[in-house]
């Protein structure tokens, strides 16, 4: 097979891909590193937003794959209309189950006890103890049950737990339990003391959580954000931090980054961390490893990994 594939890593950091295409690096540099018309493949660069993601597709006239290293497809989906019918765009699954979910873990943790609080008093060298939430005996609902929300759970699985509700687009039942799809979420809000969001950024999970989402919450109930920031109503959610009734960790915010002087930054009971459900030392091996197996797949023509959507398709648009 020849064709140009073009990478975010050289290629000679990644073991054991196939000889044949001809690698190119390109991590979002303004210069191109070839014809865009001659890529048959092309990993989108990591971490660079839609301008950079979508910027050669217009001109990627052969291009066969669109490969992202996120598990979100929404910063590259709207580019794909530029792209002839077939080509396949595979997302990351299997990447970031693991960092995404110690750092939802994390978050979880830090706004239960209270860590926030303990550094600001470290800062002014004021000893604060006192009574404070444990994770224990809590329930926990998990509204997006991917591999990464079952990676949460698989981290939460040791904390004694009351009961962990999961909840996905379609019903189904799993080793863990059953899944409920997203019509009985009204039901399952009341009784979560935590509720995490690690669901993709779709038509129907835009603005999921809006007042009335949040009204059903539990009064002291927890909001966990690992998934993207346009899930939440941020004006919705602002209002019931500024009562005092929920709290909320966020790794993702709408708008994003989010800027200085917006009320998010400083509203009560909120801890935020800017995005970095990713990008950790586990990110890098892994995604070597996919990118060899999907590139000697697709060499040796053999079905990809991770197939969200094909060009053409209806579920295309």
């Known amino acids: 097979m020849t064709g140009d594939v073009w990478l975010p890593f050289g290629a000679d950091e990644i073991e054991g891909l196939p000889d044949g295409p001809n690698y190119r690096y390109w991590d979002g540099d303004q210069e191109f590193p070839g014809d865009p018309g001659e890529c048959v493949f092309y990993v989108v660069p990591y971490m660079k937003g839609p301008v950079i993601s979508q910027r050669p597709l217009p001109d990627m006239t052969a291009v066969q794959v669109v490969q ?3 598990a979100g497809i929404d910063h590259v989906e709207p580019g794909l209309k530029h792209l002839r019918p077939g080509v396949r765009l595979c997302n990351a699954r299997g990447v970031h189950e693991a960092s995404t979910a110690e750092l939802a873990l994390t978050l979880i943790l830090a706004s239960l006890r209270g860590v926030p609080d303990f550094v600001r008093a470290q800062e002014r060298q004021e000893w604060r103890s006192g009574f404070r939430p444990a994770l224990a005996d809590k329930s926990v609902l998990i509204v997006g049950y991917g591999s990464i929300g ?78 993207r920031g346009p899930v939440v109503d941020t004006t919705a959610l602002l209002a019931e931090l500024a009562s005092g009734r929920l709290t909320a960790a966020l790794d993702v915010t709408d708008p994003e980054p989010l800027p200085k002087g917006h009320p998010l930054w400083h509203a009560p009971g909120v801890l935020i961390s800017p995005h970095v459900g990713g990008p950790t030392s586990a990110f890098r091996p892994r995604a070597k490893r996919l990118l060899a197996d999907q590139l000697n797949r697709f060499v040796n023509r053999q079905p990809l990994r991770n197939v969200v959507l094909m060009t053409g398709d209806t579920a295309d648009g």
């Open 68 to 70: 992202t290293l996120t």
């Open 150 to 227: 079952a990676a949460i759970e698989d981290r939460l699985a040791p904390f004694e737990l009351a009961r962990v509700a999961r909840v996905a687009r379609s019903e189904r039942t799993t080793a863990r339990g059953p899944v409920h799809p997203l019509t009985e979420l009204p039901s399952l809000l009341p009784e979560a003391d935590v509720v995490v969001l690690s669901t993709p950024l779709t038509d129907t999970t835009r603005g999921l959580v809006n007042a009335g989402f949040l009204a059903r919450m539990k009064d002291g109930a927890l909001l966990v954000n690992v998934a």
